[in-house]
């Protein structure tokens, strides 16, 4: 009886750190972001003539009317930032201030609500969107929402890194 105890005492010791070294050896700990619209295309919105071709990429039309160069990420936001929106890219700024993610927000026009709709897919209740420097968009948010801007301070830390 005493042998068998022993027998299971030493497996179950060594089955976990030989499980450990494995994964620690072979595995890969390792988070994507994946783009958006690679596959599948997006819906349309009435009214959005343009063509959509797979995978999507915003047009460079559109990339060069940002004013952000050198960005590695931008955050469009359509609306002004204000009440708990304004606090929510607060934290965001603080947390990313010496990275090269930008801010831009788009005041409400019959410009900026074509974008909103037939470049950058948006739907309610998302009014944010995170592209990367090629025009891939990597992320829909809601501004207001806590839990939204926890997953986009999460996917952009994974982002980041990955650049």
Sequence with gaps: MVRKKTIFLFLALILPTCIFLFLKFFGKNEFTVDPYYVDVAPERVDGCTAVVDLPYSIPDSIMAQLPEKNAELILLKFGEFDGESANQIRRLKEEFSNDPLAFLSLPVTPKSDYWKNCVFFLKEPF??????????????????EREEMDRLITEVSILLKKY
């Excluded at 592209?131 to 207001?144: K, L, P």
Aim: glycine share 12%.
């Design 127 to 144: 009014d944010a969107v995170m592209i990367d420097r090629r025009g891939v968009i990597r992320g829909q948010y809601s501004s207001a």
